[in-house]
């Protein structure tokens, strides 16, 4: 399998050595169009690992243990001539330039370096390992298409994170049409919302967060957030990005950056908080309302009233919430991959 | 520092983008203030959680091979 596995990767990059010599002066994009119908049947990664070096491509694909690669050189120090032999140790500003100037063995390397960066952040984004993997495809694919539009007003790796972004909230988009409803929004009724209950006042908040339980599947609740507030926890706490790349990477300001990330780790609180109490709270609450705007303040109980709004009031809620009659697997996504 | 203030920072504080001078009133005032701990503990739990997830390998056959 080694040796078949590296003939392909020798294969590839012969093919787009051959390629790069008869289109020296063709730009990426044209390339691109070029070669697009035959990449993307091929997978458009299968060229960016398998240009690598033969030892490069080995490494990753049967995951031998490597030594560091050695210190990557300075922007004081000269730029190296790009050659095929040493691509590998260019700094990522030098094989930058290189993949603008239209070299695929460039982009394949630095696609190399994010890739599993980017991958993990599709998967805290959508959840499961197919949508992950398709989303980074996509972002690679499309890093690689525009790579000549990458003006470097951010680091390489902040541009990539930025299209694989979009990219997850577009897929969120469109799985919204399911209906799935996050934890975190509000309760809706025919005539007005109300917010969901936190837990039984038995606990103190954070007696509720230290069991392992709830915290340990924490994956399932940031699942749960909205895709603003999943976002901003991904970007600050799973990609570890500071306020000033975030900034960067969406466009908005150091104190939006700030709030946004203050709000949606409310919000991952609040959720697990609420979990304690998930389908109970949300029963409690349905019955809380109705009582209230059933029963009457002065006039007595109209408990007839009170039964029939209840009955087509809770059914609707529980509905709205993503609960069927009968149905307590409610509408967990995904789970732990790898 | 009040609360209000006090709150506010949390999410600065557990990110170490705050300046020196705020995060020591910040600690000075979440000793004084047990609602203001209480609050940080909690979301400190909650983002240490997420923090200690682990990171995933590229699924099998990511690369087509």
Redo the contacts between chains.
């Keep these: 399998m080694n040796a078949v596995s590296n003939d392909t990767g020798l294969k590839y990059k012969e093919e787009f050595g051959r390629q790069r010599r008869i289109a020296t002066n063709q730009s990426v994009i044209e390339l691109f169009n070029h070669y697009h119908s035959r990449l993307f049947m091929l997978r458009p990664l299968n060229q960016f690992a398998a240009m690598r070096t033969k030892k490069g491509a080995s490494a990753r694909l049967f995951r031998i243990d490597r030594k560091p690669s050695p210190k990557k050189p300075s922007k004081k120090n000269p730029p190296v001539e790009p050659t095929a032999v040493c691509k590998e140790t260019l700094s990522e500003d030098d094989l930058v330039t290189l993949a603008r100037q239209g070299d695929i063995e460039a982009f394949g390397i630095l696609a190399g370096l994010y890739e599993k960066k980017t991958y993990n952040l599709a998967y805290r984004m959508l959840g499961n390992v197919e949508d992950a993997s398709d989303a980074t495809q996509e972002a690679l694919t499309k890093a690689f298409s525009s790579i000549v539009s990458f003006k470097g007003m951010s680091s390489f790796s902040t541009w990539l994170y930025r299209i694989a972004a979009n990219i997850c909230l577009d897929e969120l988009r469109r799985r919204k049409r399911n209906k799935v409803v996050p934890l975190d929004s509000p309760l809706s009724l025919p005539d007005g919302e109300i917010p969901r209950e936190l837990p039984s006042p038995c606990e103190t908040p954070e007696q509720i967060l230290a069991r392992k339980e709830l915290l340990g599947d924490i994956q399932k609740f940031i699942l749960s957030l909205s895709p603003d507030h999943r976002l901003s926890i991904v970007l600050r706490d799973i990609r570890g990005l500071s306020y000033e790349e975030i900034s960067q990477l969406t466009g908005s300001s150091l104190g939006t950056v700030k709030s946004r990330i203050h709000r949606a780790r409310q919000a991952l609180k609040n959720t697990v908080l609420n979990e304690e109490l998930s389908s109970s709270t949300n029963v409690a609450s349905v019955d809380r309302v109705l009582r209230t705007r059933y029963a009457g303040d002065s006039s007595g109980q109209d408990k007839n009233a009170y039964h029939a709004g209840l009955e087509t009031g809770a059914k609707e809620c529980l509905e709205d919430i993503g609960v069927k009659p009968d149905d307590k697997n409610s509408k967990t996504e995904g789970g732990e991959g790898s | 520092m009040n609360c209000e203030e006090c709150l ?1 920072l ?3 504080y ?2 170490d ?1 705050i300046a020196a001078k705020e995060a020591r009133d910040f600690e000075e005032h979440l000793l004084a203030c047990d609602a203001c701990r ?1 609050e940080f ?3 400190r ?3 240490d ?3 200690s ?1 682990p ?5 099998l056959g ?4």
Excluded: C, N
């Excluded at chain 2, 990171?55 to 699924?59: A, Q, R, S, T």
């Design positions: 506010d949390i999410t600065a557990l990110d983008e209480s503990q909690q979301m739990m909650v983002t959680a997420v923090r997830l990171e995933v390998d590229l699924p990511f690369h087509g091979i």
